[in-house]
């Protein structure tokens, strides 16, 4: 027997389809749910035991944040201005370095803070030479903070300035602008060859109940046929996940049509990518028929409702995917609407932006306990911790959250609303009192144990703050004059392009 503890609530959620239990508890034996049930019934046969919550919180399961990179500091807070990701992709690549450990450590604090106790995590490399150390120091930092991950290293072998033609593209590049983004190639970095064993050497060294590793190839238009075909048979053997973009912007879309003559969905299902294994994150614009190949495959979306409007990619077809049998989960891809992570606002994003299938009264639309399922079990299911968490009953591992309800329930709110309105509709991630991972308690009372947060975030702002160098300043340099390049080479694509949305906001007529 593990070490046992009462977690007790004036509320219990045990998962999006039970009705709530006033005065619920549960036990806690080790790292597992023993038992679930009203606190009067229970706590006669566990006396003496710790108890951990006063009663007067709201219990959910752990939430499950379905796509990251995790970046601790934002995009916008070193130097990016959100923007069409074609453009703005570039300039993540001119932020001064810090701390792979510590960035991630960051994020992955702000994750826990709103409620989140796993996360996928899609690694996109910052140096490709020392790429070894960088993977192993963004897995060490969720295992030192006591996080639940799903690690994605990530690849891109193929179009790597615009989707089509690179060499003609680089070639009305300014010679100085190509010698600055073209450094000469380096056997040491990265790449296509070494991926495969990478991926197996991780997972080797930090496969375990709390982090496994799949695989992250970027997107269908940055990675080749060959290499998406590889990794869906290694996946496959392995029995584990494949993370990928797909269809984020109105750009990637025609380059499906240009290139292959049928969607990027289309595409991936004609090369055999699609399965019960893949999650594609965004999805921004897929076909109807597109919607129907991924219900009939298997295949899951995570939605990133503010990161596809920080980015102006627009808004995903979530209710009309959901409506035909679709797997989504919610992914905050580090660009909260606050700019926080705040997992429960991402929450209440997702409901609030899809309520407009429709302008017709009291027509259909996304109900709490969909968004509530979304954040738990369909996450957890997308990360391969189906069987283990997403649910609180007897027997899954004890990845649970307290929400204090005092501000939620000020000055007053109508017993009749039910609690996961309440809970969707009020909570914000200040309100996420304690956070217990497989069984170990990783904040108590706002206060993160694992680590010193404060310390933390002084360290990534000295790191952050230090002078460019004049390299740094010609690369940056380097990168404003590609944008305007790119806006060029793109401009025609968009007059190749019919709408028909699916959502119904205003008319211009």
Request: hydrophobic share 35%; proline share 4%; charged share 25%.
């Amino acid at each position: 027997m593990g070490r046992t503890r009462l977690i007790k609530g004036k509320y219990v959620i045990p998962a999006y389809d039970q009705s709530p239990i006033e005065n619920g508890c549960m036990m806690v034996d080790g790292n597992k749910i023993a038992e679930v049930g009203r606190y009067d019934d229970l706590i006669g046969r566990y006396k003496g035991v710790e108890e951990i919550g006063d009663g007067s919180q709201l219990i959910i399961p752990g939430l499950v944040n379905a796509h990251s990179h995790g970046r601790g500091v934002s995009d916008f807070q070193r130097g990016g201005i959100d923007n069409t990701l074609e453009t703005w992709l570039w300039s993540t690549r001119t932020y001064i370095p810090i701390s792979t450990y510590n960035d991630v450590q960051f994020s992955a604090a702000r994750l826990i803070e709103s409620g989140v106790t796993t996360t996928m995590h899609n690694h996109i490399l910052r140096d490709p030479i020392l790429y070894e150390a960088e993977f192993s120091e963004a897995i060490k930092a969720y295992l030192d903070i006591g996080m639940r991950v799903n690690f994605c290293p990530a690849i891109r072998n193929q179009n790597p300035f615009v989707y089509g033609d690179n060499n003609g593209f680089l070639k009305i590049l300014p010679e100085e602008v190509r010698r600055i983004l073209l450094p000469p190639p380096d056997s040491r970095a990265f790449s296509e060859d070494r991926y495969l064993k990478t991926v197996s050497d991780l997972n080797a060294q930090f496969g375990s109940e709390r982090v496994r590793i799949s695989y992250g190839p970027l997107a269908p238009q940055w990675c080749t046929d060959e290499l998406l075909k590889k990794i869906k048979e290694e996946a496959d053997k392995k029995g584990v996940e494949i993370h990928i973009h797909v269809l984020q912007t109105i750009l990637q879309k025609i380059y499906g049509l240009k290139t292959y003559g049928k969607s990027l969905i289309e595409h991936m299902e004609e090369i055999g990518l699609l399965g019960k294994n893949l999650s594609i994150g965004h999805c921004v614009f897929p076909t109807l028929k597109d919607i129907d190949i991924l219900a009939k495959s298997g295949a899951s979306v995570s939605h990133h409702p503010s990161c596809n409007l920080r980015e102006r990619n627009g808004v995903s077809p979530v209710y009309q995917m959901i409506q035909r049998g679709v797997r989504i989960g919610i992914g905050l891809d580090g660009k909260g609407i606050n700019d926080d992570d705040d997992f429960l606002q991402e929450m209440r994003m997702c409901y609030l932006l899809h309520r407009l299938a429709s302008h017709e009264l009291d027509s259909p639309y996304l109900s709490s306990r969909d968004i509530f399922r979304m954040a738990t079990v369909n996450g957890a299911g997308m990360l391969g911790f189906g069987d283990q968490i997403g649910r609180l009953e007897k027997g899954r591992r004890a990845d649970i959250v307290l929400i204090d309800l005092d501000r939620i329930l000020q000055p007053y709110v109508d017993p009749r609303q039910d609690l996961f309105d309440v809970s969707l509709y009020r909570a914000k991630g200040s309100d996420v009192n304690t956070v217990m991972i497989d069984g170990d308690i990783v904040m108590r009372n706002r206060k993160l144990l694992p680590i010193d947060k404060k310390g933390l975030s002084q360290r990534i702002g000295e790191q952050a703050s230090r002078e460019w160098t004049p390299q740094e300043k010609a690369f940056r340099e380097a990168v404003q004059t590609l944008r305007e390049y790119l806006r060029t080479y793109y401009e025609k694509w968009y007059k190749e392009m019919r709408f028909d949305p699916y959502y119904l906001f205003n008319s211009k007529t």
